[in-house]
């Protein structure tokens, strides 16, 4: 029998991870594959010699698989007319491995005590191409084959062997493999659950193949018709035979099951087919012959008759056939349950909506799984000692039970580990904190090792530990240490070596050791892996690993000898030599010790007593008398101490002990302390199982989980679910808020125990049973006791309300009920009962049960074998069942356990009983309508049913199964483990999206079924009609190739889907490879699958690809277009050409993809007269990250330029002074510079409505756009000049895929033509000017120009890539020396070609991202990743490898340098010894590199997310920026260099305003400046810019900031919030002084201060202030902050049309004082015109409008002079004079100019759009 992990089978390479090679080996010609016809991933095995082409399993031939399934299935196909060869190692009982080898090159059977020879004869597609009998090569239409190996058969028929396990597999050369497994189950292919459930196969043993196993079946076809399937030997053989292969004819595998066993089959195989030929109600109306293992299993169903088509008529429901059990096979004592489900552990994150699925159209319950762990409420179970912090310290690991969580302390998310089987002992965490060492109490003492970052479990060994105190890993993880009892409970320490775990490898012992004296704690030397210190009563001992050998000497502990010591800790700080570092010991008197290692010695004690509180109330150590306390934990920082006590304190201690500074008091004894590895957090447990962390900064302490001290026992939800009451062994009463995980409340009651919960349905009353008899009733919202009831006289075991909160009901051990009547919040006793409940019935929560609608009332009494039915307002007796009665067949009485409601319309009662079965009875008549068998292994211990009536959870053992309550399927219910103690209770919470389970701690589980749908009765089915129904459509039913599970249900189709399965037309091949014309006239076929496919294909397109002998020539195509000056319109469309392709993005970061824009072009632009302009762009701050190779450098001539949004940067290095190249109103995608620096091309998307891409080509000497050119329809992803400069090629993205070539002298097109797949890069050969190469998905393409006169034609050779790299695309290129060419790919590899031949003779493993940067000079090359990494390499040799073609290998390739970057790279440029460069990053940065210092400076620094403010300094020296990143920047205006960044995590910052200088008051020396930012989760930051920190942090809004402003004189902070709150408040003080709400519900746009220049204005005080709204509304107001006065002074609101016709969004409502009409203010918003309107606040009206082009999105008035700019939604900048004037307009935004602000002179402005800010200038003002 397999082991319970490997059943109901295993699939070996998906167990194994054959894909990462890391348990797995590969030598020679191995790779994966995607096989079209397959569906899925293939490897493919070739080579000539077997024993250097092989894929081995596991890696090391010393290690085992240890899979013990019977069946050994392989799905291979041998490669046509070439021999191949299997070898399996199997053990058998006796230890002796034995090998097992089957090859069609094998001439005859030959064996030997250790080896068994097999000849393998190869089937073909067509019968007679095969030779019957004789081996040989395949043939070349040889087929697919399920080859079914029956391990132990073999080993007993061929050796008398008895069979333990398969040890190892190797396929050899030859083969395409799909898949490998083991199973003692026997697999029929072609048959579906459904029919094998019909059919006779499910009583031999025999099972559908599950869907990983599966070869596809085109719809209409067979499955014996395409593939072979082949047993070996077949059931029942008793002869041995010299051969495998196919059998001849195919016999009916009912059939021979059903043979004599006095005649076995004559031939060896059995290719089955089936009883799924044969029509479903044939094969139920045939008499069928059951044998005697499988016995017949009867169901009480009521007589139903469905008319079924067909011709065999009604059909009862009830026949015997339909009942029958699966069994396993060859048992015949254990029947398994029908319907299988799977056992999950969790699911993965839902996606999306789910959709019901149409009844019988699947064969289980979908989703697959149909839960998802949410969340756990517990702590602890073995021990309370053990919470970890994470390397970052932003996450705590614990253990809870049986699984082990890790909780992100910012958003309160849990991660889970799953695996073990028992409660967890110890943890323990590696340095790097990568690896997760686990080990969990019980008998077995089984450890696992996990990948902590990703949650899977690396290994899985035997610790030979019971009661294991003590988990420890060393710093580098490669050696972790234990302490236990062994199975004679001395104690005994355990090294293993864990280093190879994280490679594939296994986990070792290093050594161990017995010692007699008590060990408490132990743990391995930071500073060396093979040294360890432990501690307990009476000692203190160093160990050492030495020689495989582990031994220890004790420390001298002179008079401190008799103590007992619990923890140990090592100094931490920065000293010299690790070793001496000082080692603390501490002990339950109170005692400290410093224990110096080195010399072995104690250098010091101190004890700790709980000293009367000094005068400063810090605590002191010393060395006086008296108890001390009892310290149990002990964590060292480098600046303090902390200790965890038995009196419950959490004390940090200064490094001397001389006194506490901080304490923590907890309700218990403190178990464990930690400190964070940043030092700022110590983490603390308790006895009483609650996790918490003190945070030393704040001096605040978080209580992160608590738990019950014993097993939940039961719970109650309240209301809609939100708050649940449980109760436990610890004699406590908790309610807790399920959606914090927090404790409410705790409830306990001296010298009494708690029973039962139970909430009330609408009020927040929670009642309690305690063992004493007494009910209480408290009142939650009043926290006190409402009412006490004592019609009991022993312990309550049942405590319900109904549905509606009328009436109460509880009972007790002696079978008193008692029935209670709630009016206004107070209980009558209505009735009681005696003897009327079971006695020993158990008690819980759910005893006693109600229906739905209040009316009935059920319970197990007046004894375990009766259920009674009552009359819940009288308890008049309605109904009792004997339920020991119901199975007449049984030999032992049946009792009652559970007892649960069905749905109200159909008045089922639901019972569980001791013989692990569910019967549903008639709730009016008691008669057994179904029964559900069996449910669990042991008895089920709760049972709910959801509100729907479509599902049930039922739980038993440690486990909880969700069913299909109306059993439709043949897979009705999915079984969840993760509890390690029996589960107590289940149910949905009221709203039915959770699930909650309590046994040794509360799991609450995401329920991810499709939401209830109401259907009418009439398509109701029974569950036999289902079955018949679903068994046409589940042929039909499109399969799920993902191993994912399904997180959402399937959307039933209206018609059949077009079948796309394209490799349907080449059942021999597995390439499926077919030509276009091909394709074209299979398009025309009328129901061609390819026609959808290829509906929208031009004709026209030219694929060019490489045939291997003739390479194509193309020739230049005849185009309309070509260059034309700039002001040429761009109306023609392109001719002779197709349409853009709709093809999927490459997966490809190199490739570059647009931002997304939802502004258009400006219709109109007033560009001001030359010579007349007002504004100049002086600067534009930052670098598009989003671009690729988008920054140009030549260290020759000192050029330098890059792109920010549409305008290219030409910075002068040495001065830092910009000049600015304005052309493209796109976004630039990518620049490229001719290699004399001359000429410059730039590229970007289509410009003015043309249909054509744009690229313009600038002189470098004067900045002046020569030309333009059109021709890619998208976007253009590379470009790149000939050497000589001579040509210019160009490529489009992956909608485009064309390739255009331009002439340099006139920029006339050249030729152009299409590609077939998308191209990522393209180079030019330094060394022949004529030939270039690109790279795009899995291949190179080699080009050769060849000119003739004037005509010029382009020779192409594709070369794919290596195929042990499989399906990758190659993503960047360079030339290096002569005959190379270096590729990067999206794996991180870098393959070197040889361009001679074009062939790949070397690759190697170059980082873990893509590459999509390379760079290579004479002999260095440079690589640039998504990793965020640039490498430097020398290759030196590389050109010497050349020459040994396929034998090269990589470790002539050397890394010298690496450095880490700020984002992904996506740009380079270097000096021709790549010494020094600059290289740009998707974070907007440009970086100077210097490999020779190891430097790396900030050349270019941007925001690469949106700018959300831009603000001036009072001095006009800085501007402040802010972004949605929630970094607040200062650039330096005069340089434009980022002088300081505060950055927030996790916030966005919306706002942001420089402090002003008071008025009047000159500048001081060193004067600090402040900043104040407004953020996304409502609070208001203070920065000063000169002491670069952070003054002061207030949480003035619940919601988001949107606006922030300062008073005039800098001493109030004005903020307003998404909600449309303004608050004031006081910087000095931290305080909100104000807090108005008259724009309450609408977001404030803006703030804005000014002094009164009006006395006249009724108001008191010196300020004018403004807010506003979105809602169109402006409030003025008059304030004097000195003497707190805040009045309103004017509220304006302004008209607005119904709808915003037109428009995504509405425009923002601005508004601004005007700096030059004192007493006027100016408006711009959504209105009925667009206009700009001048409002006086002394005249009350509108005093003048300026009409717009557009509504504006931002506003900015110059205080200097009579401008007014303002930005819009066009990417238009408008400079408008006031009050008339020609407006001005300015190119430069290549999206919504959204922030315009004047400097406070008048003489700069600052715009921005998206990550973009441009500085201007007034030269004029």
Not at 49 to 61: D, E, F, H, I, M
Not at 1208 to 1222: A, K, N, R
Not at 1407 to 1428: A, F
Not at 1755 to 1760: G, H
């Amino acid at each position: 029998m397999a082991a319970a992990w490997q059943r109901p089978y295993l699939n070996i390479f998906k167990h194994f991870r054959v894909e990462e090679w890391k348990r797995s080996a590969k030598e020679g010609d191995v790779a994966a594959l995607t096989d079209t016809r397959m569906k899925g991933t293939i490897y493919r095995i070739r080579g000539s010699n077997p024993a250097s082409s092989y894929l081995q399993l596991p890696r090391a031939g010393t290690q085992s698989l240890g899979l013990t399934g019977r069946y050994l299935y392989l799905l291979f196909r041998p490669l046509p007319r070439k021999h191949f060869l299997v070898h399996l190692d199997v053990t058998t009982e006796e230890n002796q491995v034995v090998r097992i080898s089957f090859s069609n090159l094998f001439k005859e059977f030959k064996s030997s005590s250790t080896w068994l020879q097999f000849p393998f004869v190869c089937g073909a597609a067509s019968e007679g191409t095969a030779r019957r009998g004789v081996p040989g090569a395949a043939p070349g239409d040889a087929r697919w084959t399920c080859l079914v190996l029956d391990l132990p058969s073999i080993l007993a028929l061929y050796l008398a062997r008895s069979y333990s396990h398969l040890r190892g597999v190797k396929l050899c050369c030859n083969l395409l493999v799909k898949n490998l497994c083991t199973s003692d189950l026997l697999f029929e292919p072609g048959v579906t659950l459904a029919r094998a459930r019909l059919g006779d196969l499910s009583c031999r043993g025999v099972a559908p193949m599950p869907r990983e196993l599966a070869f596809p079946v085109p719809k209409g076809q067979k499955w014996h018709d395409l593939y072979d399937y082949i047993r070996f030997p077949s059931e029942g053989a008793k002869l041995l035979h010299n051969s495998i292969q196919k059998s001849f004819p195919h016999p009916v595998a009912g059939d021979q099951v059903l043979q004599e066993p006095g005649h076995p089959p004559t031939q060896l195989v059995t290719r089955s087919r089936a009883a799924c030929d044969l029509p479903p109600v044939q094969q139920m109306s045939s008499p069928k012959a059951v044998p005697r293992r499988c016995p017949v299993v009867t169901k009480s169903i009521p007589e139903v008759h469905l008319a079924v088509p067909g011709p065999g008529g009604a059909v009862p429901a009830a026949d015997p056939v339909l009942e029958e059990k699966l069994h396993s096979a060859g048992d015949t004592r254990q029947p398994l349950p029908l319907s299988a489900g799977g056992i999950h552990v969790y699911a993965h994150q839902r996606r999306g909506q789910t959709a019901r699925a149409v009844p019988g159209s699947q064969e289980g319950l979908v989703p697959d799984p149909i839960l998802k762990l949410r969340t756990i409420i517990g702590f602890g179970g073995c021990s309370t000692k053990w919470a970890l912090w994470t390397r970052d310290s932003t996450a705590v690991v614990y253990p809870c039970h049986a699984v082990i969580v890790a909780l992100l302390l910012q958003t309160g998310e849990q991660r889970f580990f799953l695996g073990h089987t028992d409660k967890v002992a110890a943890l323990a965490l590696s340095g790097s904190g990568s690896v997760l060492a686990s080990a969990q109490a019980g008998p077995r003492g089984l450890g696992r090792l996990w990948d902590f970052p990703t949650g899977t479990c690396l290994s899985l060994f035997k610790t030979h530990l019971h009661g294991l105190v003590s988990l420890s890993f060393s710093h580098s993880g490669a050696v972790l240490c234990g302490v236990g009892k062994d199975v004679h409970s001395k104690t005994m320490v355990v090294v293993w070596n864990t280093a190879q775990v994280t490679h594939g490898g296994g986990v070792t012992v290093l050594a161990k050791a017995h010692t007699d004296v008590d060990i408490q704690a132990m743990k391995i030397a930071f500073f060396d892996d093979t040294r360890m210190v432990s501690c307990g009563r009476d000692n203190v001992r160093l160990w050492r690993v030495r020689s495989g050998a582990l031994r220890s000497c004790p420390v001298p502990l002179g008079e401190y000898h008799a103590l007992e010591f619990t923890d140990l800790a090592f100094e931490e700080g920065p000293q010299q030599e690790p070793e001496d570092r000082a080692l603390f010991v501490c002990s339950r008197s109170g005692h400290v010790l410093e224990v110096d290692c080195k010399d072995v010695c104690v250098r010091s004690a101190r004890r700790l007593l709980p000293a009367q509180p000094q005068e400063d109330g810090q605590e002191q150590a010393g060395n006086s008398s008296g108890p001390g306390i009892a310290i149990n934990s002990i964590s060292m920082s480098s600046s303090f101490c902390a200790t965890g006590s038995e009196d419950g304190y959490v004390r940090l201690w200064l490094l001397d002990f001389s006194a506490a500074v901080l304490e923590a008091e907890h309700e218990a004894s403190v178990s464990c302390v930690c400190i964070s590895p940043d030092g700022h957090k110590v983490l603390s447990t308790t006895a009483a199982g609650s996790l918490g962390y003190l945070d030393v900064q704040a001096r605040d302490y978080s209580t992160l989980m608590r738990s019950h001290g014993g097993s939940v026992l039961g719970f109650s939800l309240q209301g809609k679910g939100e708050h649940m009451a449980t109760v436990a062994q610890d004699s406590t009463i908790r309610v807790w808020d399920l959606a914090s995980r927090q404790q409410l409340y705790d409830f306990s009651a001296a010298e009494e125990t708690p029973c039962t919960v139970a909430f009330h349905p609408f009020w927040k009353m929670l009642a309690c049973g305690f063992d004493s008899g007494v009910v209480r009733i408290f009142n939650l919202a009043a926290s006190d006791l409402l009412l006490e009831h004592k019609q009991h006289r022993t312990a309550v075991t049942g405590l319900t309300f109904s549905p509606d909160g009328n009436l109460m009901f509880s009972s007790c051990l002696q079978g008193t009920l008692a029935l209670y009547r709630l009016v206004a919040q107070k209980i009558q006793v209505l009735r009681v009962l005696g003897n009327v409940v079971a006695r020993d019935g158990g008690s819980g929560v759910d005893t006693l049960v109600l229906s739905g609608d209040s009316r009935l009332l059920a319970f197990v009494g007046p004894s375990k074998y009766v259920v009674t039915v009552m009359e819940a307002c009288s308890l008049d007796e309605l109904l009792r069942v004997d339920i020991s009665i119901l199975d007449l067949h049984s030999t032992i009485l049946d009792s009652a356990v559970k007892v649960c409601f069905g749905p109200v319309p159909q008045g089922e009662l639901l019972v569980s009983t001791s013989s692990n079965k569910i019967l549903v009875l008639d709730a009016r008549t008691g008669r057994l309508v179904r029964e559900v068998s069996p449910v669990h292994k042991l008895s089920c211990s709760s049972l709910a049913l959801s509100k729907d009536g479509q599902y049930l959870l039922t739980a038993g053992d440690k486990v909880i199964k969700v069913w299909d309550y109306r059993m439709r399927f043949t897979i009705n219910f999915q079984v969840f483990i993760g509890h390690s103690e029996p589960v107590h209770q289940v149910a949905f919470t009221p709203d039915q999206e959770h699930i909650i389970s309590i046994g040794d701690a509360i799991f609450l589980w995401d329920f991810l079924a499709p939401p209830p749908v109401k259907s009418s009765p009439g398509r109701a089915h029974s569950p036999m009609s289902a079955l018949l129904l679903g068994s046409d459509s589940s042929s039909e039913k499109p399969k799920d190739g993902s191993e994912a599970p399904r997180q959402t249900v399937p959307l039933p189709l209206l018609s059949s889907p077009p079948c796309l399965d394209i490799s349907s037309g080449h059942p021999a091949g597995f390439q499926s490879i077919s030509s276009e014309s091909d394709r074209e006239e299979e398009a025309e076929l009328p129901g061609s699958s390819r026609k959808v496919a290829n509906e929208h294909r031009d004709a026209s397109v030219i694929v060019v690809e490489s045939d291997g002998n003739e390479e194509p020539v193309v020739r230049p195509r005849v185009r309309q277009e070509g260059s034309r000056s700039p002001e040429k319109p761009a109306n023609e469309p392109r001719k002779g050409t197709r349409a853009p392709k709709c093809c999927v993005r490459p997966d490809s970061y190199r490739h570059f993809t647009p931002r997304f824009k939802a502004s258009v072009l400006p219709q109109s632009f007033l560009s001001p007269p030359a010579g007349s302009e007002v504004l100049k762009l002086k600067a534009v701050i930052g670098y598009n990250g989003n671009g690729r190779g988008n920054m140009v450098w030549n260290p020759d001539t000192g050029f330098f330029a890059y792109s920010c949004g549409c305008v290219i940067v030409v910075e002068d290095l040495h001065s830092g002074s910009q000049s600015h190249w304005l052309g493209h109103a796109e976004e630039i995608s990518t620049l490229t510079l001719s290699h004399h620096a001359q000429v410059l091309a730039s590229a970007s998307g289509q410009k003015d409505g043309d249909s054509h891409c744009q690229i313009c080509i600038w002189s470098t000497q004067d900045g002046a756009c020569t030309a333009e050119l059109f021709h890619h329809e998208t976007q253009v992803q590379a470009m790149a000049f000939s050497w000589d400069d001579r040509f210019l090629v160009t490529i489009g993205d992956y909608s485009d895929q064309t390739m255009a070539l331009w002439s340099t002298h006139t920029y006339e097109l050249v030729l152009s033509t299409c590609i077939s797949e998308p191209l990522h890069d393209v180079a030019f050969s330094p060394f022949s000017h004529q030939d270039l190469a690109c790279v795009g998905r899995g291949a190179v393409t080699f080009w050769v120009l060849e000119q003739q006169e004037a005509a010029v034609r382009l020779k192409v050779h594709r070369a794919p890539a290596p195929d042990v790299l499989g399906l990758v695309e190659l993503t960047s290129l360079c030339y290096g020396a002569e005959a190379l060419l270096y590729t990067g790919t999206n794996s991180g590899q870098i393959c070197v070609w040889d361009t001679e031949t074009n062939s790949c003779f070397m690759t190697w493993e170059a980082d873990e991202g893509e590459i999509g940067v390379l760079l290579c000079r004479h002999q260095r090359l440079l690589s640039g990743s998504n990793t965020k990494r640039i490498r430097l390499w020398s290759v030196g040799s590389v050109q010497e490898l050349r020459l040994k073609g396929p034998h090269a290998r990589s470790g002539s390739v050397l890394l010298e340098h690496e450095i880490t970057l700020d984002g992904t790279i996506v740009s380079a440029a270097f000096d021709d010894s790549l010494e020094m460069g600059i290289v740009g990053t998707t974070a907007g940065t440009l970086w100077y590199i210097n490999w020779l210092e190891s430097t790396s400076i900030r050349l270019i620094s941007g925001h690469k997310n949106k700018v959300t403010e831009v603000c001036f300094s009072p001095d006009e020296s800085h501007c402040a920026t802010c972004g949605e990143d929630g970094s607040v920047r200062i650039w330096a205006l005069g340089s434009t260099e980022l002088v300081v960044q505060f950055q927030v995590l996790n916030q966005s910052c919306q706002c942001l305003a420089w402090k002003p200088r008071p008025v009047g008051v000159w500048p001081r020396p060193g004067e600090s400046q402040h900043v104040v930012a407004g953020y996304s989760d409502g609070t208001v930051r203070v920065f000063s810019v000169s002491r670069t920190e952070m003054e002061l942090k207030m949480h003035p809004h619940a919601a988001a900031l949107t606006a922030v402003t300062y008073s005039t004189d800098g001493e109030m902070i004005l903020s307003g919030g998404k909600d449309g709150i303004v608050a004031v408040s006081s910087p000095r003080t931290g305080m909100t002084i104000h807090v108005l709400a008259d724009h309450k519900g609408s977001p404030i746009t803006v703030l804005q201060c000014t002094r009164k220049q009006y006395h006249e204005l009724g108001v008191e005080g010196g300020e004018l202030w403004l807010a506003a709204s979105s809602d169109r509304r402006v409030s003025v107001w008059g304030s004097d902050w000195l003497q707190d006065k805040c009045e309103l002074l004017d509220w304006l609101s302004f008209p607005a049309p119904a709808g915003p016709e037109g428009l995504d969004s509405l425009p923002p409502s601005l508004a601004a004082f005007c700096p030059w009409e004192h007493g006027v203010l100016v408006y711009v918003g959504f209105g009925l015109q667009k206009e700009a309107l001048f409002y006086s606040l002394r005249k009350k009206q509108v005093l003048r409008k300026i009409s717009l082009p557009a509504f504006a999105t931002s506003l900015s008035l110059s205080p200097a002079a009579p401008f007014m700019a303002l930005g819009f939604g066009d990417r238009l900048l408008r400079l408008q004079p006031c009050p008339a004037g020609a407006p001005q307009d300015y190119a430069g935004h290549d999206d919504t100019v959204h922030l315009c602000r004047f400097a406070p002179s008048g003489r700069r402005l600052l715009t921005a759009s998206h990550s973009a800010v441009l500085v201007w200038e007034l030269p004029g003002a």
